[in-house]
């Protein structure tokens, strides 16, 4: 497999991980939020900047298969 093919796998792969992390987490927080709905601006914040994170490290993986590429 040529190198462009193993930096597309291991992109479709950070991509796919991100996705079940991203959704591990908004359940959990979605859970916590019908759970106790006095914290809802709590969790939510916590929620938003978990996202972010978990999206920047696909953002992190995409930028690379570009850096790696050239």
Same mark, same amino acid.
Request: without cysteine; aromatic residues 8%; proline residues 4%.
């Given at each position: %497999?040529?190198?462009? $093919? @193993?930096?597309? !796998?291991? !992109?479709? !792969?950070? =991509? *796919?991980?991100?996705? @079940? $992390? !991203?959704?591990?987490? /908004?359940?959990? =927080? %979605?859970? +916590? %939020? $019908?759970?106790?709905?006095? +914290?809802?601006?709590?969790?939510?914040? =916590? %929620?938003? /900047?978990?996202? +972010? *994170?978990?999206? =920047? @490290?696909? /953002?992190?993986?995409? #930028?690379? #298969?570009?850096? @790696?590429?050239?």
């Amino acid at each position: %497999m040529p190198v462009n $093919g @193993l930096l597309a !796998l291991g !992109l479709g !792969l950070a =991509a *796919f991980g991100s996705a @079940l $992390g !991203l959704g591990k987490a /908004i359940e959990g =927080a %979605m859970t +916590a %939020m $019908g759970r106790q709905p006095e +914290a809802i601006p709590k969790i939510q914040t =916590a %929620m938003i /900047i978990g996202a +972010a *994170f978990i999206e =920047a @490290l696909t /953002i992190y993986a995409f #930028v690379s #298969v570009f850096v @790696l590429q050239g």
